[in-house]
Nanobody, 115 residues
């Protein structure tokens, strides 16, 4: 079992920044990739950014150049630095941990971009 706990969401004005954190615990040795997904009202959950155990990253086109995913292996934590936020970034952001044949999810954290 893997437990994921997110933090760092909130309300920010357009053009602002937020940093999300996701702390993993449990059977973390089995995780081969971690990522962030988001789900806006009435829309499907979508991948925002992904980082593998080897450090490779992947981003949704909509956030390239604005968001950065990183990890602190010593603290078993993944971060999502979000800059130049737009109203369309408003969503619940979920941390995801991938192990062979299963995905684990955090509880989600709300990000609202509004003036």
């Amino acid at each position: 079992q893997v437990q994921l706990v997110e933090s760092g969401g909130g309300l920010v004005q357009p053009g602002g920044s937020l940093r999300l954190s996701c702390a993993a615990s449990g059977s973390i040795f089995s995780i081969y990739a971690m990522g962030w997904y988001r789900q806006a009202p009435g829309k499907q959950r979508e991948l925002v950014a992904l980082i593998t155990s080897g450090g490779s990253t992947n981003y949704a086109d909509s956030v390239k150049g604005r968001f950065t995913i990183s990890r602190d292996n010593a603290k078993n934590t993944v971060f999502l630095q979000m800059n130049t936020l737009k109203p369309e970034d408003t969503a619940v952001y979920y941390c995801n941990g991938k192990v062979p044949s299963r995905n684990y999810w955090g509880q989600g954290t709300q990000v609202t971009v509004s003036s």
